[in-house]
């Protein structure tokens, strides 16, 4: 297991927001099986909580600190959790477009989002696959459990780490640059979750042909929106995404 595959920025913020009493809820939403998650949760609260003896205030521990969780993971839970582990964090945690590219390239109103959208050549009935899929990743539901959770007080480690890490509990607070939303990223890993269990599904419904077709559609749907200014124009072929947790 290679830690340096993600920044310590990006492993300290998925240690930190499982360690939250409010997160443990969505563990197998996100994907990720544990089978003890409230021991998993406080082993990763001791590490963090160790942490800040040997890492300044303020400044977030380094790959070391990843390596070392990793290998804490492996020796209280054993390896194949410990791979599974790796696996999600590095595969399917998703928070903003970079943390997976390649399945983030089919989103962002890549796919046809009502019946008017579909190309010409593609016949109208195919229009209920990706109705499908676009409900089978939907994440409405969660969003209203989310909802009454934010007006729920805090346990005393998540009013600890809210206070350090300067979480809100404020809907979709992303526009204030001082605060974060931890449940934005449980929402977004969510969705990228039943993205891509869906995805073998949608494409089941479409011959070679139709797929390679979709595939062009895709890319020029992409610049007809703006989308490759930002992140560029790869988007991979339907068969070369496959999910490998």
Request: charged share 30%; with cysteine; hydrophobic share 35%.
């Amino acid at each position: 297991m290679d830690a340096s595959v993600l920044d310590s920025y990006r492993w300290n913020l998925i240690f930190d927001l499982l360690s939250l009493d409010g997160m443990t809820p969505f563990y197998e939403e996100m994907g990720l099986q544990i089978h003890d998650k409230q021991r998993f949760a406080h082993l990763l609260r001791r590490l963090i909580t160790e942490s800040r003896q040997t890492y300044e205030p303020g400044h977030t521990p380094d790959i070391s600190f990843a390596e070392k969780v990793l290998k804490e993971i492996e020796a209280n839970f054993g390896k194949a959790t410990a791979e599974h582990f790796y696996k999600w964090a590095t595969m399917i945690f998703c928070w903003v477009y970079q943390d997976q590219p390649h399945w983030s390239a089919w989103d962002h109103d890549t796919l046809p989002r009502h019946p008017a959208q579909l190309p010409d050549w593609l016949p109208p009935e195919k229009w209920q696959a990706i109705a499908e899929f676009r409900e089978a990743h939907s994440i409405d539901d969660i969003e209203e459990r989310v909802k009454a959770l934010r007006s729920q007080p805090l346990s005393n480690w998540d009013a600890e780490m809210y206070s350090i890490h300067n979480y809100s509990n404020v809907e979709d607070p992303m526009c204030e640059d001082d605060f974060v939303d931890p449940y934005s990223p449980i929402l977004s890993t969510i969705e990228m979750n039943r993205f891509q269990l869906a995805w073998p599904k949608l494409w089941s419904h479409f011959s070679e042909d139709e797929k390679s077709r979709f595939w062009e559609y895709a890319k020029q749907r992409r610049r007809e929106i703006g989308l490759d200014k930002y992140y560029g124009n790869s988007v991979p072929h339907p068969d070369q995404l496959r999910r490998q947790i």
